[in-house]
């Protein structure tokens, strides 16, 4: 029952463990993560990961489309968004 409606995104158990996994490993020491780093631990994890999996063209619609869980922010510098986990 994957992408159904009545549930949102975030309640899927295996995506968010991925995503939480990835972030860890981007993240390193900072509190936030590029999101081009928690793509490539996305891949590293799961060498089959796709965001077309769920529903979304790229890593950063799905990432929008979870954001009761996960906070973006765009760096002025270098254009680059930064992700990070709610508490």
């Given at each position: ?75 002025e510098k270098g254009n680059t968004v ?6």
């Open positions: 029952r994957k992408g159904s409606a009545s549930s949102p995104l975030s309640a899927n158990t295996a995506l968010m463990n991925k995503l939480r996994k990835a972030f860890t490993i981007a993240k390193g020491e900072e509190e936030s993560a590029s999101l081009s780093k928690i793509g490539q631990a996305l891949r590293r994890l799961d060498p089959g990961f796709d965001p077309r999996s769920y529903g979304h063209a790229s890593l950063s619609s799905l990432v929008n489309a979870l954001k009761d869980k996960l906070e973006t922010t765009r760096e930064m992700v990070r986990f709610k508490v």
